[in-house]
T-cell receptor, first 116, second 115 residues
Framework: GNSVTQMEGPVTLSEEAFLTINCTYTATGYPSLFWYVQYPGEGLQLLLKATKADDKGSNKGFEATYRKETTSFHLEKGSVQVSDSAVYFCALRHRPEKTSYDKVIFGPGTSLSVIP | NAGVTQTPKFRILKIGQSMTLQCTQDMNHNYMYWYRQDPGMGLKLIYYSVGAGITDKGEVPNGYNVSRSTTEDFPLRLELAAPSQTSVYFC??????????????FGSGTQLSVL
């Protein structure tokens, strides 16, 4: 079935370090891919998205490229800040064959702590 | 802009009690979802709805019920609360287009403890 796999956390980085959070997916067809972020005590909010192969989503210094050949959507940031400490969720959205309803599948989340 | 509103924010229940978690959205979204998030864990889908009058089970529906009588509201009902239902509950909504590229909007969550 369709699924999303993320690297295990927690991840702890020093301020200004480079961040990569790996995300791979299994899906039929052409899903849209998303990164959501959850700050402490809050609900999830969209960080960025990409809707077709080779698209790059970007926001707040974060980037991710939709790689169909490797079924990946890795999240990167060149220089993290303390305020980036949060849980990051990779997700896909697709419409299964012979249905008219979308399905959204989330990865397990990766906790990031950035220390000064 | 209100977005997705959940109430209450916190609640403590005794085992066997019942309650309804309220969720309303003002964006005219057709899709609505209920998720639970256990400490250190990801999201698990409880129920979802693709429009008024249409609901379906997610991964972990046991012990919960939903209804969707209007586009705006999607309440989640716990009939006989159990300690295993201690969790943070999130409601979300989304517009749906043919392109499947619409994002989810989340509420701020309800922290529920069953003692």
């Amino acid at each position: 079935g369709n699924s999303v796999t993320q690297m295990e956390g927690p991840v702890t980085l020093s301020e200004e370090a480079f961040l990569t959070i790996n995300c791979t997916y299994t899906a039929t067809g052409y899903p849209s891919l998303f990164w959501y972020v959850q700050y402490p005590g809050e609900g999830l909010q969209l960080l960025l998205k990409a809707t077709k192969a080779d698209d790059k989503g970007s926001n707040k210094g974060f980037e991710a490229t939709y790689r169909k050949e490797t079924t990946s959507f890795h999240l990167e940031k060149g220089s993290v800040q303390v305020s980036d400490s949060a849980v990051y969720f990779c997700a896909l959205r697709h419409r299964p064959e012979k249905t008219s309803y979308d399905k959204v599948i989330f990865g397990p989340g990766t906790s990031l702590s950035v220390i000064p | 802009n209100a977005g997705v509103t959940q109430t209450p924010k916190f609640r403590i229940l005794k085992i066997g009690q019942s309650m309804t978690l309220q969720c309303t959205q003002d964006m005219n979204h057709n899709y609505m979802y209920w998720y639970r998030q256990d400490p250190g864990m990801g999201l698990k889908l409880i129920y979802y709805s693709v429009g008024a009058g249409i609901t379906d089970k997610g991964e972990v529906p046991n012990g919960y019920n939903v209804s969707r009588s209007t586009t705006e509201d999607f309440p989640l009902r716990l009939e006989l609360a159990a300690p295993s239902q201690t969790s943070v509950y999130f409601c979300a909504s989304s517009y749906s287009s043919r392109a499947t590229n619409e994002k989810l909007f989340f509420g701020s969550g309800t922290q529920l403890s069953v003692l």
